[in-house]
C-alpha cells in the first residue's frame, strides 16, 4: 500500500461521513487504540522482569489472573475513565461492572464491554493473545450513574466492536456497522496503519477449530459435524485440517482471513459453553457478520440473544457462513 492511512486518521475520516457527531465515538476509539499500544508493549516485554507469573489472585470466572491480565484491565479502563466519553465499562476481570461518575462523565452517552486480554492461558508460553471490546449507546439517562440495563443489551444494538491480537505483529481490527478494517502496529513509530482494508471472511474454508480434547463431551451435532469434517469427501477433494491455537482473537483472526470455523460448545464441564456472550462472542459475532460470515449458538444469531447476565456464558460458532450453516444442520438434525 502506497501511502497507508493511520488508525487516527481512518477513525476521523469516518466521522466525516456523520455531519452530527460530537467526535464523542471518535474519541473513545482513540482511547482503546492508547491503550492497546500500552498493553502491547508490556506483552512485548514479557518475559522480562517480573510480569510474568501469576498474581495469586482468580477473577470472577475462577481462573487464576496472570500479572498481565491484571495490567491490561487497568489500562483500559484508565485510558477509558481519562476522557468523557464512557459512563461505566464491564470487563472480564471484574465481577460487577465500573461505574465513571467523575463530572466529565456526566454526559458519557457510551458503555463499553471489554475482555482485556483473551487467551492468558498462553500468556507465559509467548502464544499471541488478544483484547476484544464492544461499544453500545446508555439506555439509562445521561448524567444518572449506568445501571446493569445498560450492558445487558443484545449485540444487535451494538455501535462499534473490535479486537487487537498481539502475534507476530499487533493489530486492531473493528467495525462500526459499515464493514470491517484492520490496522497494523508500525511498533518503530508506534503507529496503526491501514493494512487489511474492507476485511470479507471467505464464504467457506477448510479450517475446523475446536479442542478436541473435549470430544467426548461434546453434543451429537458437534461430533458428527466433526466428523463430517474429518471424511475426505472424495467428489470435491476437500480435506479438513484442524487448528486450534487455544487463544479466541487468534483462531477467530485466522479463519477471517483463510476462512474456517471455529466452535467452543456446550459440553457437561461447561453446560452453556465457556465464552461469554458480551464481551467474547457479540463483538466477534459483529465483526464477522460485518465481514460477511456468521455467529450463533448453534441454532439462533449471537448477535439476537438478549443477555441476562454480565458474564453469560453461551455455545459458540462463528466463522465462514456456509460452515457455520452446515455445523447448525448437524446440531438441528441431531439435537
Ligand atoms: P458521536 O456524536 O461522535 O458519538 O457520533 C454519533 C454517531 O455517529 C455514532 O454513534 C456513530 O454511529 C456515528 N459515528 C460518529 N463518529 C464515527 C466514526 N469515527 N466512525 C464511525 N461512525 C461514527
Ligand atoms: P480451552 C482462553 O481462555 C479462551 O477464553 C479463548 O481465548 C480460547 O479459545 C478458549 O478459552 C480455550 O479454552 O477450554 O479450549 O482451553
Redesign the pocket.
Known amino acids: 500500500m502506497s501511502n497507508p492511512i493511520t488508525l487516527g486518521e481512518f477513525?476521523?475520516?469516518?466521522?466525516g461521513?456523520?455531519p452530527?457527531?460530537?467526535?464523542?465515538?471518535?474519541?473513545?476509539?482513540s482511547s482503546i487504540r492508547l491503550a492497546a499500544k500500552v498493553v502491547n508493549r508490556e506483552i512485548n516485554k514479557a518475559g522480562l522482569g517480573d510480569v510474568l507469573g501469576a498474581v495469586g489472585a482468580q477473577n470472577v470466572q475462577g481462573e487464576q489472573q496472570m500479572k498481565l491480565d491484571v495490567y491490561a484491565d487497568e489500562m483500559f479502563i484508565k485510558a477509558l475513565r481519562a476522557r468523557g466519553?464512557v459512563c461505566g465499562v464491564g470487563s472480564e476481570e471484574n465481577e460487577d461492572f465500573i461505574v465513571f461518575d467523575e463530572e466529565i462523565h456526566s454526559n458519557s452517552?457510551?458503555v463499553v464491554l471489554i475482555d482485556p486480554l483473551d487467551g492468558s492461558s498462553n500468556i507465559d508460553v509467548n502464544v499471541s493473545v488478544g483484547t476484544i471490546f464492544s461499544i453500545y449507546?446508555r439506555v439509562t439517562p445521561p448524567g444518572t450513574p449506568a445501571k446493569l440495563e445498560d450492558f445487558l443489551q443484545a449485540g444487535n444494538k451494538q455501535?462499534?466492536a473490535g479486537y487487537v491480537v498481539y502475534g507476530s505483529s499487533t493489530m486492531l481490527v473493528y467495525t462500526?456497522?459499515?464493514g470491517v478494517n484492520g490496522f497494523t502496529l508500525d511498533p518503530s513509530l508506534g503507529v496503526f496503519f491501514l493494512s487489511h482494508p474492507n476485511m470479507q471472511i471467505p464464504k467457506t474454508g477448510n479450517i475446523y477449530s475446536i479442542n478436541e480434547g473435549n470430544y467426548v463431551h461434546f453434543p451429537d451435532g458437534v461430533k458428527n459435524y466433526i466428523k463430517y469434517c474429518q471424511e475426505l469427501d472424495v467428489p470435491t477433494n476437500r480435506p479438513y485440517t484442524s487448528r486450534y491455537i487455544g487463544s479466541l482473537v487468534s483462531d477467530f483472526h485466522r479463519n477471517m482471513l483463510k476462512g474456517g470455523i471455529y466452535i467452543y460448545p456446550k459440553g457437561t464441564k461447561s453446560p452453556n459453553g465457556k465464552l461469554r456472550l458480551l464481551y467474547e462472542c457479540n463483538p466477534l459475532a459483529f465483526i464477522a457478520e460485518q465481514a460477511g460470515g456468521k455467529a450463533s449458538n448453534g441454532f439462533k444469531r449471537i448477535m439476537d440473544i438478549q443477555p441476562e447476565e454480565l458474564h453469560q456464558r453461551v455455545p459458540f460458532f462463528i466463522g465462514s457462513v456456509e460452515m457455520v450453516d452446515k455445523a447448525e444442520e448437524f446440531m438441528t438434525k441431531f439435537s
Open positions: 477513525v476521523i475520516e469516518k466521522q461521513q456523520f452530527y457527531a460530537t467526535g464523542e465515538l471518535s474519541q473513545l476509539l466519553e452517552k457510551y449507546r455501535v462499534a462500526t456497522g459499515h
